[in-house]
């Protein structure tokens, strides 16, 4: 497989980074302006349209609290740092963080059911469909006046962008068709198992990424799965390419057909793999055999509610600003990055420690560097074998403690807030209060499900929030009670199963909306199924670990 490895320099251009696991609209991060050295990139420049922007999932109900200063107080301090949402884990080792969890996150049990990937295949997914550069933390915020810069479809635009045509510094046509350039890091060969060369995304002179969406350089994994993505569409193309049936196809008719496979198994993978972990196969087969009945995208009587002018969905707040940031709490402390060479030690890290921000390799897992040690091996992430994966931690009303001390106050940091307020669980539930998001108990009741009593939300006594709970925590609690922290519980996933069932069906190029009885195509461990592990493996990201 062809692949590029030339240098893109890009000038003049503005990076919004993001924060690590969604803080401003999307599940996993905040995006802050920031600068890198002297140069600005923007990713992306502009909406999709600029009706694009944000609705509500129960526009009936009434938020859980007035939007006051005392209010976002109340949310502050319930979020920070040792309270009610903090593990405190023990962060003196990231090694011990893994191997001894009992001991080094005694209130941050693993989740038995998912591996430590699905976590950040869950970021990835989040980029794909919702991105708000402007949600301030210290104001009311109306979802309308908030305009979402990603398509509210998973048709990867954070990958492709506006396409070869509109973006032609994301591609690289050298080798006749369309693809994407990658880069090697050059010494990886000399810290990996058998000398295995690894590659990064293209970068320009100030190693920001050259990618489509810029929060998917805010951690070494979710830029490596990014990498894996772009090395998976040029294996389809030159799988294509091969194939005498399409021999007298133009470059741009072998992209179209690229693009459909990619975009078609990769929905594949979320239908079928990462909902189903997320919310329970039975729940997943209800909706498609009953359709969503709040997010109403397929109610003509609700078109001017759920969808911009041109009939194109929106996001509900109550999925981005709550919901779907149920992924925070399954965040480990630590993961082990890769394995390192033959003879040499694993790079473990933490998710973020005191490290200067312009160390050109620091010892956490921050994106935006190029080290040799800088890459993953996903044989820990996702279930290639029966020995060498690790879980990520229940869906609980715990965070690890790493998230509730984020860089960012202490110096400049790319993409890490700088306003004061360094709890990512603080950060959620000020959030809840500027968007006016309906109480947890609300939303049980339009549902028509058993509310959380107070006595199982006896720990927000002492913040007033017992009876009216911000939906995000409610969500946790409820998974924590109901489902063991194994999947989110019924109102969480009435809510993530819908938007994302809803996008599917909503999306006319979806196999779902074309297809729905299609099928993946490309080689896989089970004729007729496709994997996350398929997925990379075809990329070519997985090299033997022997």
Not at 165 to 173: R, V
Not at 366 to 381: E, I, L, N, S
Not at 513 to 528: H, R, Y
Request: aromatic share 10%; proline share 9%; glycine share 6%.
């Amino acid at each position: 497989m062809s692949e590029s490895t030339r240098h893109i320099t890009l000038v003049g251009l503005v990076l919004v980074f993001g924060l690590f696991w969604c803080d401003i609209i999307p599940s996993i991060a905040t995006a802050n302006s920031s600068e890198r050295d002297s140069v600005h990139v923007i990713r992306p420049t502009h909406p999709h349209r600029q009706d694009d922007s944000y609705t509500r999932m129960f526009p009936g109900l009434p938020p859980f609290s007035p939007p006051t200063d005392e209010a976002r107080e109340r949310a502050r301090q319930l979020g920070a740092k040792g309270g009610v949402l903090d593990a405190l884990d023990i962060l003196t080792d990231p090694i011990q963080s893994i191997t001894n969890p009992t001991v080094f996150s005694a209130n941050n049990p693993d989740n038995p059911n998912m591996t430590a990937g699905v976590t950040f295949f869950g970021q990835f997914l989040d980029h794909d469909v919702t991105l708000a550069l402007k949600a301030p933390l210290f104001e009311k915020t109306n979802p309308r006046g908030t305009t979402n810069f990603r398509t509210a479809a998973f048709d990867l635009d954070s990958v492709y962008g506006d396409g070869p045509e509109d973006a032609p510094e994301l591609y690289d046509t050298s080798s006749g068709d369309i693809k994407f350039p990658v880069e090697a890091i050059l010494g990886s060969e000399l810290v990996s198992r058998k000398g295995a060369v690894r590659f990064d995304l293209p970068r320009d002179a100030n190693n920001n990424a050259i990618i489509a969406d810029s929060r998917n350089d805010e951690n070494v994994i979710i830029s490596q799965f990014h990498l894996a993505m772009l090395k998976f569409h040029n294996a389809v193309t030159d799988r294509l390419r091969a194939d005498p049936e399409y021999a007298q196809h133009s470059p741009k008719q072998i992209f179209k057909e690229a693009q459909r496979l990619v975009r078609w198994h990769y929905q594949w993978i979320i239908l079928n793999e990462f909902l189903p972990l997320t919310i329970g196969q039975d729940r997943v087969d209800d909706l498609l055999r009953n359709g969503p009945r709040f997010y109403r995208l397929h109610d003509r009587g609700e078109d001017l509610h759920y969808r911009n002018s041109k009939k194109e969905p929106l996001i509900p707040v109550e999925f981005a600003v709550a919901a779907y940031r149920f992924g925070h709490s399954q965040v480990r402390p630590s993961y082990r990055l890769n394995f390192g060479p033959d003879a040499g030690p694993p790079f473990f890290a933490f998710v973020f420690d005191e490290a200067d921000p312009n160390d050109p390799d620091p010892n956490d897992m921050r994106g935006g560097k190029r080290a040799p040690r800088r890459f993953v091996d996903w044989q820990t992430f996702f279930k290639f074998d029966t020995v060498n994966f690790r879980p990520n931690k229940r869906i609980d009303s715990k965070l690890s403690s790493v998230l509730m001390l984020l860089p960012g106050s202490r110096g400049p940091a790319p993409g890490l807030p700088s306003d004061g307020v360094q709890s990512l669980a603080s950060r959620n539930l000020m959030r809840h209060v500027n968007f006016g998001i309906p109480s947890g108990q609300s939303i049980a009741r339009a549902i028509g499900i058993p509310v959380l009593t107070p006595a199982q939300l006896a720990d927000l006594i002492p913040y007033g929030m017992e009876q009216s709970t911000p939906l995000w925590f409610y969500i946790l609690k409820e998974s924590e009670i109901v489902e063991n922290g194994l999947r989110m519980g019924p109102v969480g996933s009435r809510i993530v199963g819908e938007v994302f069932i809803g996008l599917l069906k909503a999306d006319d190029h979806s196999y779902l909306a074309v297809d729905p009885n299609w099928k993946p195509v490309l080689p896989s461990m089970q004729p007729g199924q496709f994997h996350i592990t398929d997925l990379l493996t075809f990329a070519g990201v997985v090299p033997p670990l022997n």
